[in-house]
């Protein structure tokens, strides 16, 4: 008879763990689709806003080529470069970068540049940088990184691209230089970078994501 009972029991705690694993699981499934949803959304916003949408017709953000450059794109990991086409023909690119020597640390960014190699949009994805000082990297919080729009470089070692106080065309934040100046940097190594790769990088073959 005791032997009855803790078999029920047992079938009962069985059953009822194996609800709870697949509600669980459900539950993960269906917010782990939002989370994809709300990334997707996030990051055409992004590319919308460093790569004028009416220049382009192709799905921007499935156009996903990798790339790799510790030097000019400032990580070991491969980061992610967006290819932006009109009739099956290049004019733009969005490309994912970090600038390693932030004031408490990297500051990922995206830079848009167009076929010509002028910058057409750059946006911080992420950072650490102080409130207040050097959070002005934030379209939000201040115009600051729209003054790249327009820009390019004329060689590798243009002068012009430094800030003010190092003598070049940016204008450092009062009382937080280091972060203004990491950006100036990280956005000219991402166009010296796209310029030595340029023909490589529109007529890439690879898909993020992808096994190699």
Request: aromatic share 8%; hydrophobic share 40%.
């Amino acid at each position: 008879m005791m032997n009855n009972v803790i078999t029920k029991n047992g079938l009962i705690l069985a059953g009822f763990a194996l609800c709870v694993t697949m509600i669980v699981a459900i539950t993960h499934q269906g917010t782990k689709e939002k989370i994809a949803e709300q990334e997707q959304k996030q990051l055409l916003k992004i590319l919308d806003q460093v790569i004028d949408s009416t220049s382009y017709n192709n799905a921007l953000y499935k156009h996903c080529v990798p790339v790799l450059s510790e030097q000019f794109l400032g990580s070991k990991e491969e980061q992610r470069a967006f290819v932006a086409l009109h009739n099956e023909q290049p004019v733009a690119i969005a490309i994912e970068t970090i600038a390693p020597n932030g004031y408490n640390g990297n500051i990922d960014l995206v830079v848009g540049i167009n076929y010509q190699g002028v910058v057409t949009g750059v946006r911080t994805l992420s950072h650490q940088e102080t409130p207040g000082l050097g959070d002005k990297i934030e379209i939000k919080k201040a115009p600051w990184i729209t003054t790249f729009n327009s820009k390019f470089i004329t060689k590798h070692d243009d002068e012009q691209w430094q800030v003010k106080k190092d003598g070049g065309q940016f204008d450092q934040f009062t009382g937080a230089t280091i972060t203004p100046r990491a950006v100036v940097q990280a956005v000219k190594n991402t166009l010296v970078y796209f310029k030595r790769n340029k023909e490589t990088l529109f007529m890439s073959t690879a898909r993020c994501g992808e096994s190699k």
